[in-house]
């Protein structure tokens, strides 16, 4: 029996409803092998799925295997591939987004179709509001840049001349950033901050010597001076707590560089406000590795090694997480 009429014999008996895509057509055409070459983004979410159209030139082969439709047909396996290939079927529906969504966080340097951007008067407030925040940090020094609130930022701007004056548009461009939904940009994050303006009190930091960080005391200290014990003097944390204003002068740093694509900063920095910096995480790094510290050549350190043999460390960004954010191996999740 040739392979049209074994398709036919099968629509008839239940795959007629999911025949209609370009999957059964490319097999009627005989045309398998270019299948999984199906573009991600044709509309018939079966084609994007190669298991599928694989199962079913499996189902075929099977059929053409035998030599008499009669036989090979007999109602309960055909019943059962059917209802197999059914619940893959539906499995596809929901799979492209889960897919499309894996590629964002793998790929998070890209831009995506459906990607965020801001508007161009939006960008050059961004890079207004960036330059003064620059000049805020440069007159508080590195260190209190990671601690001071928003309210501290805008006395800076109003009491130095050499930063000046944070203007109204500045200042609502960044309350809207930092109350807007961060969904909207695809981070999936929780939000740790609900006011804009709080404050870290200073008697729960520690500064950490000769890294121009801070942690919270209690556990997140705890679990530094345990790393720094059994991973040794090689590790050393490179970002500690960020209060708002700090993550928001990231982001928008990252806002900048991607040309105002709010998505692709958000894949690889939480907006302010969803960030576990403000709440206790912290990220390490090897001394000496500078900014690859940042990047996945960390995980190829003996450092990273050591951590994760020590297996008690949970890294909050893995790379299949579900917050729409980049693999971070360095992030040290306490909270
Ligand atoms: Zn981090």
């Known amino acids: 029996m040739d392979r049209r009429s074994i398709l036919k014999a099968l629509s008839i008996s239940g795959f007629v409803a999911l025949g209609s895509g370009s999957v059964m057509r490319q097999l009627l055409q005989g045309n398998s092998s270019s299948l999984s070459a199906t573009p991600f983004?044709?509309?018939d979410a079966v084609a994007a799925l190669p298991e599928v159209p694989k199962k079913l030139a499996e189902i075929v082969e099977d059929h053409a295997a035998g030599a008499d439709f009669h036989e090979v047909s007999a109602p309960s396996k055909l019943e059962q591939q059917v209802a197999d290939l059914n619940a893959d079927l539906?499995?596809?529906?929901?799979?492209?987004?889960?897919?499309?969504?894996?590629?964002?966080?793998?790929?998070f340097e890209g831009v995506f179709e459906d990607d965020y951007f801001i508007s161009p008067e939006e960008f050059q407030l961004v890079k207004d509001a960036l330059a003064r925040m620059s000049r805020v940090q440069r007159t508080v020094g590195h260190g209190n840049f990671n601690l001071i609130s928003f309210d501290q930022m805008i006395k800076y701007g109003r009491n130095f001349s050499q930063v000046g004056e944070f203007t109204k548009v500045e200042l609502e461009y960044l309350e809207q950033l930092f109350f807007a939904?961060?969904?909207?940009?695809g981070f999936y994050g929780e939000k740790v901050m609900s006011g804009l303006t709080e404050r870290i009190p200073s008697r729960d930091l520690l500064k950490?010597?000769?890294?121009?960080?801070?942690l919270f005391k209690g556990k997140s200290q705890a679990l530094y001076n345990k790393l720094r014990k059994d991973v040794g003097e090689d590790i050393v944390l490179t970002s500690g707590i960020r209060g708002t204003v700090k993550q928001m002068y990231l982001y928008l740093s990252k806002v900048s560089q991607a040309e105002g694509n709010m998505s692709k900063a958000s894949r690889s920095l939480a907006p302010p406000?969803?960030?576990?910096h403000a709440i206790g995480d912290f990220d390490v790094g090897k001394v000496g590795f500078g900014y690859k510290n940042f990047t996945e050549d960390f995980a190829d350190t003996d450092v990273y090694k050591k951590l994760q043999d020590l297996g008690y460390i949970a890294i909050r960004y893995t790379d299949d997480n579900k917050f729409g954010v980049r693999y971070e191996p360095w992030h040290i999740q306490v909270v």
């Open 273 to 276: 406000g969803y960030s576990y």
């Open 90 to 107: 539906e499995a596809a529906k929901v799979d492209p987004h889960v897919k499309e969504y894996m590629q964002k966080i793998r790929y």
């Open 181 to 185: 939904d961060a969904r909207t940009y």
């Open 208 to 214: 950490i010597p000769k890294t121009g960080h801070f």
């Open 41 to 43: 983004a044709e509309d």
